[in-house]
């Protein structure tokens, strides 16, 4: 079955460090570009950050995230990663991982992780 599956959230205090997974399984992640968003309650899914495919020479990042989260990936075990430091409370959200080409997912939406930033 192709999916992606995201994986490794959880409650953290503000000034902690989080990393989560993205899993893909039936197909090799290796020749996509994969982007992390994330949706916070009330708001629409915005984009965090994006790694090109095959080596990830290329990373972008929201100015949001900009110096505080690091994503990469791991071509052996098909996943890509997402290091978050410095949280705040604002980082709060479920975070997904796709592939996206113009404004069109290529696979289907997982069930995402869910992060939550709070003392």
């Known amino acids: 079955q192709v999916q992606l599956v995201e994986s490794g959230g959880g409650l953290v205090q503000p000034g902690g460090s989080l990393r989560v997974s993205c899993a893909a399984s039936g197909f090799t992640l290796t020749r996509y570009a994969v982007s992390w968003y994330r949706q916070a309650p009330g708001k629409e899914r915005e984009l965090v950050a994006e790694?090109?495919?095959?080596?990830?020479?290329?990373?972008t990042y929201a100015d949001s995230v900009k110096g505080r989260f690091t994503i990469s990936r791991d071509n052996a075990k098909n996943t890509v990663y997402l290091q978050m430091n410095s949280l705040k409370p604002e980082d709060t959200a479920v975070y997904y991982c796709?592939?996206?080409?113009?404004?069109?997912?290529?696979?289907?939406w997982g069930q995402g992780t869910q992060v939550t930033v709070s003392s």
């Open positions: 796709n592939s996206v080409v113009g404004s069109s997912a290529i696979f289907q």
């Open positions: 790694i090109s495919n095959f080596g990830g020479a290329t990373t």
